[in-house]
């Protein structure tokens, strides 16, 4: 089991960065895929990035691709979203997400996932 906690977020201004980071308590950390989901208001969950076990494979949702970086630290058990570039349609709360197991990368959706934070708040303004 796992249990995640982010944070980082907040507000900032279209053009700026934040990096959101995803605490993790409970061993094996470094046996899930971790990846981080999206929730604007009005709208569903929508994939950001996911990470394989030992970070050396990531893929990118199409809209945040070259902007956003997902990585960890396996010995801090802690998974990190630099957002870089940020527009105001990144506005969103923000979950990481945890799945043991195999898992292909890809554009994943939430059901894949069976672990959750609670979300954390990014606000980009114009």
């Known amino acids: 089991q796992v249990q995640l906690r982010e944070s980082g977020g907040g507000l900032v201004q279209t053009g700026g960065a934040l990096r959101l980071s995803c605490a993790a308590s409970?061993?094996?950390?470094?046996?899930?895929?971790m990846a981080w989901f999206r929730q604007a208001p009005g709208k569903e969950r929508e994939f950001v990035a996911v990470i394989s076990w030992v970070g050396d494979s990531t893929y990118y949702a199409d809209s945040v691709e070259g902007r956003f970086t997902i990585f960890r630290d396996n010995s801090q058990n802690t998974l990190y979203l630099q957002m870089n570039s940020l527009k105001p349609d990144d506005t969103a709360v923000y979950y990481c997400?945890?799945?043991?197991?195999?898992?292909?990368?890809?554009?994943?959706?939430?059901?894949?996932?069976?672990?959750w934070g609670q979300g954390n708040q990014v606000t980009v303004s114009s």
């Open positions: 409970g061993r094996s950390f470094h046996e899930y895929n």
């Open positions: 997400a945890a799945r043991p197991g195999l898992l292909a990368l890809g554009s994943l959706q939430p059901s894949d996932f069976g672990f």
